[in-house]
């Protein structure tokens, strides 16, 4: 009997201690089924998220590279008004004023088949505290019906100082101009409207290297309202129309001056 006692209290006890691994084991895979659950419900595994995350990276920086920067300082408007009885031609006169104590040598550009040209020139010498005209002209292309249908062209004013010997200096400054035609309005083919610029050179001194360096500073104002209506007309003809006007006067003196001989022989 005692022996049977013994027998029947260890078998309680190997049940008793198995109780608790079985538990555990259930646990454990209790967790691995609701893991692989949560794996199975989002579609992808752990590796598989961390990969993404690192992905998206490099394209956040690709995009900040990417990014347009401008440092272009904008173009100066430069409007043309049409002549009358002319809308396929439009005008505008560029009245240039040094200011400075230096004379100066500007010139003109503009972008291939741009249609613009220049009277009486498209570059020149401004003499010290001193102004010059010039006229630009503008044709608009045949097959363009209309000004909206033109490109604006693009127009560059460059102007350098001239040293004590007349020598212009490495000194350099060009402008931007952009081009476009007045929608209202028309102006006679004599007396275009005036965009002043004041040419000014301001002295830097802020060391020993810089002595000599200079800023050129262009600035744009309205014109004055007085106009001297001889100098718009010579200033607005072309270079044959000055041809025809030198040969009429030519020929006007000449039959002056004869008419006086045969009076005086009289």
């Known amino acids: 009997m005692s022996s049977q006692r013994e027998v029947d209290e260890r078998s309680q006890r190997t049940q008793v201690s198995e109780r608790p691994l079985r538990d555990e084991n259930k646990n454990n895979s209790n967790s691995e089924r609701s893991a692989r659950l949560q794996l199975s419900n989002s579609g992808r595994s752990p590796s598989q998220g961390s990969l993404v995350g690192k992905a998206k990276q490099p394209k956040t920086q690709l995009s900040q590279k ?29 009245l240039l004023s040094n200011i400075s104590d230096r004379s100066l040598f500007f010139k003109l550009k503009s972008n291939v088949g741009s249609n613009v040209s220049a009277l009486p020139a498209g570059q020149g010498h401004v003499a010290a505290r001193g102004s010059t005209r010039c006229v630009l002209t503008w044709h608009r292309p045949k097959k363009c019906q209309s000004w909206d249908e033109v490109d604006p062209p693009k127009l560059l004013l460059v102007t350098r100082f001239l040293d004590s010997n007349n020598n212009m200096t490495k000194d350099q400054t060009s402008t931007r101009l952009l081009a476009h035609v007045a929608s209202k309005g028309t102006c006679p083919a004599t007396n ?75």
């Open 66 to 94: 990417r990014a347009p920067k401008s440092h272009k300082t904008p173009a100066t408007q430069l409007r043309f008004v049409t002549i009358h009885g002319r809308p396929d031609v439009a005008r505008v006169q560029l």
């Open 192 to 266: 275009p409207p005036v965009e002043q610029f004041l040419l000014d050179a301001v002295n830097q001194r802020t060391s020993q290297e810089s002595m000599d360096a200079t800023e050129v500073s262009i600035q744009k104002q309205p014109a004055e309202d007085e106009k001297n209506p001889m100098t718009e007309f010579v200033v607005s003809l072309t270079s044959d129309q000055m041809n025809w006007l030198l040969v009429f006067l030519a020929l006007f003196f000449l039959g002056l001056y004869n008419t006086i001989s045969t009076n005086k022989s009289k």
